[in-house]
């Protein structure tokens, strides 16, 4: 069975900083890319980043551009979104993903709020 | 940046084809993709690779793409198919991944 256990998210203050991670089982993590896929309250998806398979390669959309890091350890199944200088747009639900697949996390609530 | 372009809504009676389109100039040479998101849950894909249904999804959908549009059908589409409808692809650089703005679904 495929899972994607995601952990990390919460209330942050603008400004701040926060780890998201995912950790993934039932496929072999370090043949796919992966990326991170956000959801503000009431609007629709965002392509966030992505990895390639060996972490060679990564991209950004324009607006965390500079701002958030993605990275994996294929030896720990994980993959990872480090979130600074956070904004009041950032809130939103991080989803992780097997790039272009139905396999996907649950989601994990990040607001960022004074 | 790349834009992929939806329709906001998109309204049928039950029963009938609803067609939900999505435009965008790598589409040409990208593959699309679909997904279904009923309100609160994760999204699920309906159709990959422009046509292709992974297992478990009903035959009822099925996707298409020609030139700068790729289409998702529905046949004989039913309340429960009500949800919000993500088309997705890449730009043609390759590696920058899009959304369109999403289409609602509504059977009434």
Redesign the interface.
């Given at each position: 069975e495929v899972q994607l256990v995601q952990s990390g998210g919460g209330l942050v203050q603008p400004g701040g900083s926060l780890r998201l991670s995912c950790v993934v089982s039932g496929f072999t993590f370090s043949s796919y890319w992966m990326?991170w896929?956000r959801q503000a309250p009431g609007k629709?998806?965002?392509?966030v980043a992505?990895i390639k398979q060996d972490g060679s390669?990564e991209?950004y959309?324009?607006s965390v551009k500079g701002r958030f890091t993605i990275s994996r350890d294929n030896a720990k199944n994980s993959l990872y979104l480090q979130m600074n200088s956070l904004r009041a747009e950032d809130t939103a639900v991080y989803?992780c993903a097997r790039?272009?697949?139905?396999y996907?996390?649950?989601?994990t609530l990040v607001t960022v709020s004074s | 940046s790349y834009e992929l372009t939806q329709p906001p809504s998109v309204s049928v009676s039950p029963g009938q084809t609803a067609r939900i389109t999505c435009s965008g100039d790598a589409l040409p040479k990208k593959y699309a993709y679909w997904y279904q998101q009923r309100s609160g849950q994760a999204p699920v894909l309906v159709i990959y690779e422009d046509d292709k249904r992974p297992s478990g999804i009903p035959e009822k959908f099925s996707g298409s793409s020609s030139g700068t549009m790729a289409t998702l059908t529905i046949s004989g589409a039913q309340v429960e198919d009500e949800a919000d409808y993500y088309c997705y692809s890449t730009d043609s650089g390759g590696y920058h991944r899009v959304f369109g703005g999403g289409t609602k679904l509504i059977v009434l």
């Open positions: 990326s896929v629709g998806l965002e392509w992505n390669e991209y959309v324009d989803y790039d272009g697949s139905d996907w996390g649950r989601g | -």
